[in-house]
């Protein structure tokens, strides 16, 4: 997990030319919510590493997908085994930029509404997100929230004939992230 926050920084330094302020963390938080008429499916990851470069607004995270916890150990082994193949795909990344960075004072506390765009990768499949958020700027630290859905069609999760309109297509994910900063 080290080394995975040292490559996640790295990542971070070599996308940004700029000497910008740079915020991590290793410990953020994603959740995702299903509700459908067989089952209501909900999930939370605590390793959620990301990082932030403030004077370019790129932002990035990397989640290991074995380390989401569902109530059920079944739900839990169907998600990685059936559902995103967790074993051919460990993890899930986000490489995008604030795209209104520039009217936030980073410098200042209080809340911005935030847009970030970018690409997501989950399940070996790569697609464009753009989506509205919130930051947070408190005592040095930035808390960055945003929730929005996704397809599951649209990242190749399959979901099982037997099971098929029962579990939503769709989930919810809500990402919440304190970052400290390294410089």
């Known amino acids: 997990m080290k080394l995975n926050s040292i490559l996640l920084i790295v990542m971070l330094l070599i996308a940004s030319a700029s000497m910008g302020q740079k915020y991590v963390t290793k410990t953020g938080t994603i959740k995702f919510y299903s509700d459908a008429p067989l089952e209501k499916i909900e999930a939370i990851n605590n390793q959620v590493n990301a990082a932030l470069d403030t004077e370019t607004g790129d932002l990035v995270f990397r989640v290991l997908m074995k380390s989401f916890i569902f109530e059920k150990a079944l739900m839990q082994e169907h998600f990685n085994e059936n559902y995103v193949e967790s074993d051919i795909y460990p993890n899930a990344t986000f490489l995008g930029k604030i795209i209104n960075a520039g009217e936030i004072d980073f410098k200042k506390a209080g809340t911005y509404k935030t847009q970030v765009e970018g690409k997501l990768t989950l ?58 900063s390294v410089n």
């Open 123 to 180: 399940h070996g499949v790569t697609k464009s997100v753009k989506e509205n958020g919130t930051l947070s700027v408190s005592d040095g630290k930035i808390m960055a929230i945003s929730v929005f859905p996704i397809l599951l069609s649209d990242y190749e999760v399959k979901i099982p004939g037997a099971i098929a309109g029962k579990i939503s297509e769709s989930i919810d994910i809500t990402v919440e992230v304190t970052m400290s």
